[in-house]
């Protein structure tokens, strides 16, 4: 690992800045190594997962990568360009010049979960290649035949000086994460997030760290709640809740939890019957299958009620369908720890007050939810609380919209990439300054200091 760092140390202050056109064409070559091995993807995933829904890989992994790095390259030119701001002292009006140029940091290290073995690499992908660097990429453990088929693609379309991967499990994520990279992006939990800042911390490497959480999703009045129950769900049964930003638990407004319970059971249903059941994915492995056992007995014992949307289980190719959790309480370990899985918790609320206190009350999440028509609340609910991201009227797709950065706030992550924040965000800001050939002023500056030094030094103080 070490020595492809040092090659890619090397290439980079031999070749210089990328220019517009190799940026693009790394870009280009991201595309097509993802789409000439969709095929192998989907089959790759299927093996790692036992069933993962085509229709998913299509697009949560596929289609969202592409469009992210095509968002990317049509932008490129006009985010690369260095601004031109006024230099201070007057030295603008006698021939100085300030420039801000976004310039690549070097190389980013990147480590990523299995959830989107292909995304969380190529969805950074862009921002880190529209930025002019290099790339060293440690896909995870967990999803392996997948990472295999990445490591391959990626060594078909780039040189090892410009993408490279590195495969293994926690200790080579420890090595990994140990290395002297330019810029580190982490994406996972918060539990291996606070080793990864610490070994970076070592070389003072700088991170951006996407990590998890218990996303809330309120519920108030007036409100559509078949149509509700439609956009929760979507998100909740893709890749059967194990996304970062999958609805975690619902906070409704009391008198409504019977007919919303109602309206996600039937919209489960309507989602997935026997003849399609491929298309509902399976937790990734037995591991993560038991962990949910584990949650759901757990509560149980503590007093929970548990509603089974559907008779689909099948613990032989790992399978939970959705499951509303009543009666919670944060005893129990499913409100304790981030569900990343099927499970979805009921709590009831009478004033919003408890919800945002409750939320509040807890690290600050990456998504925040919001169903509710009144703008008085929606406001309150965004201006008293803190979260990554926010969707108001449905769930998570603050993340779809290309144009707004994709992070977390403090224990959900520090950071972004998508759009022009994740290009500045993998940049350098450079400040350059060009300097005028008068010297006059600047000559007053320097000792022996004269009475001319005090009339400048109080005319400073006014020019901002
Ligand atoms: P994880 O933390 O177990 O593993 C992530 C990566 O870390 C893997 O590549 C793994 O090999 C590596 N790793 C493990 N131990 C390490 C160590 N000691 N040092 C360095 N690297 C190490 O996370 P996970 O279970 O793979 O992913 C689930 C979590 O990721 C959830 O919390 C989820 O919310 C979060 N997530 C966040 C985002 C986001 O964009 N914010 C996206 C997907 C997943």
């Known amino acids: 690992m070490k020595e492809i760092l040092e090659i890619q140390k090397k290439a980079f202050i031999q070749d210089g800045e990328p220019t517009f056109n190799q940026r693009k064409d790394r870009l280009e070559r991201c595309i097509a190594l993802i789409e000439t091995h969709d095929e192998k993807i989907i089959n790759a ?7 993962r829904s085509k229709g998913e890989i299509l697009t949560s992994e596929i289609s969202q990568s592409v469009r992210n790095l095509n968002f990317t390259i049509k932008r490129l030119k006009k985010w690369m360009r260095p601004q031109s701001r006024p230099s201070s002292f007057m030295a603008n009006m006698l021939g100085s010049k300030s420039i801000l140029k976004p310039s690549p ?49 990626v060594e078909k ?28 992006l982490y994406t996972g939990s918060g539990r291996i997030g606070k080793k990864i800042l610490s070994a970076a911390a070592d070389n003072l490497v700088p991170t951006t760290l996407e ?57 489960f249903n309507e989602f997935f019957t026997e003849k399609n059941l491929d298309d509902y994915t399976s937790m990734v492995n037995d591991h993560h299958f038991e962990r949910m056992d584990t949650y759901i007995q757990d509560a149980k014992d503590k007093g929970a009620e548990v509603i089974d949307l559907s008779p689909i289980d099948d613990s032989n190719k790992n399978i ?19 569900i990343f899985g099927p499970l979805l918790p009921l709590k009831v609320y009478d004033e919003l007050s408890e919800v945002v206190n ?37 769930v998570m797709f603050h993340l779809m919209q290309s144009e707004l950065p994709f992070g977390g706030v403090g ?36 000792p022996p200091r004269k009475k001319s030094f005090e009339i400048l030094s109080k005319i400073m103080k006014k020019l901002s």
């Open 45 to 51: 995933l299927n093996e790692d997962f036992k069933n």
């Open 105 to 153: 940091l070097g190389t980013v290290g990147v480590i990523a979960p299995w959830n989107f073995p292909v995304g969380m690499i190529f969805y950074p992908a862009a921002s880190i290649f529209a930025a002019g660097n290099r790339i060293m990429a440690k896909p995870s453990e967990l999803t392996p035949s997948t990472a295999d088929v990445i490591k391959e693609a």
């Open 157 to 184: 379309y780039f040189d090892v000086s410009e993408f490279s991967v590195v495969l293994g499990g926690p200790e080579v994520g420890a090595e990994f994460s140990s290395l002297p990279f330019d810029h580190l």
């Open 211 to 267: 990590l998890g959480g218990k996303s809330p999703t309120i519920v108030s009045e007036g409100v559509n709640l078949n149509l509700i129950a439609k956009r929760i769900m979507f998100v909740k049964t893709l890749n059967a809740g194990q996304i970062c930003l999958s609805p975690d638990y619902i906070y409704v407004k009391r008198g409504l939890e019977k007919d919303l319970i109602n309206a996600l059971k039937e919209t």
């Open 320 to 338: 939970m369908s959705t499951k509303i959790l009543l009666n919670v309480n944060d005893d129990m370990l499913v409100m304790k720890e981030e």
């Open 358 to 394: 409750y939320i509040n009350n807890h690290d600050h999440p990456l998504g925040l939810y919001f169903f509710g028509s009144s703008r008085k609340e929606q406001d309150y609910v965004i201006n008293n609380t803190r979260s990554g991201g926010v969707t108001i009227n449905d």
């Open 411 to 446: 224990p959900s992550g520090n950071g972004h990439y998508h759009g022009y924040e994740g290009f500045l965000n993998f940049s350098n800001l450079r400040s350059i300054y060009y300097q005028t050939k008068v010297d006059t002023i600047f000559g007053i500056l320097r």
